[in-house]
Nanobody, 125 residues
Framework: QVQLVESGGGSVQAGGSLRLSCAPS??????MAWFRQAAGKEREGVAA????????YHDDSVRGRFTISQDNAKNTLYLQMDNLQPEDTAMYYC????????????????????WGQGTQVTVSS
């Protein structure tokens, strides 16, 4: 059993930055991802990384502003979020699943075996 713990959420003004952390990251053969869920909306995928080779995937809504990464030495997954906007306000969740290459990761929530409890991000205009 893996217990994922997120940290780094908070409140910022539009244009600001936050870095979310998730530990532990799983170093091989896992797809690890960040999802978010705004009030009254479905949970959606933000970014994913295939831990075996470091391939990354970002949703169009955050590409160029958010960056997913992993630090194997620190056993930690990160989501660097820059130029935050009010529409980024949501609970952010870390997830991990043992499926190859993060194939179709945004639509494969059932394959993510482990989830964290979430960390709140609030962006004011």
């Amino acid at each position: 059993q893996v217990q994922l713990v997120e940290s780094g959420g908070g409140s910022v003004q539009a244009g600001g930055s936050l870095r979310l952390s998730c530990a532990p990251s799983i170093s091989k053969n896992y797809c690890m991802a960040w999802f978010r869920q705004a009030a009254g909306k479905e949970r959606e995928g933000v970014a994913a990384i295939y831990t075996t080779d470091g391939s990354t995937y970002h949703d169009d809504s955050v590409r160029g502003r958010f960056t997913i990464s992993q630090d194997n030495a620190k056993n930690t997954l990160y989501l660097q979020m820059d130029n935050l906007q009010p529409e980024d306000t949501a609970m952010y969740y870390c997830a991990a699943g043992p499926f190859y290459g993060c194939v179709n990761w945004r639509k494969s929530r059932a394959q993510f075996r482990y989830w964290g409890q979430g960390t709140q991000v609030t962006v004011s205009s």
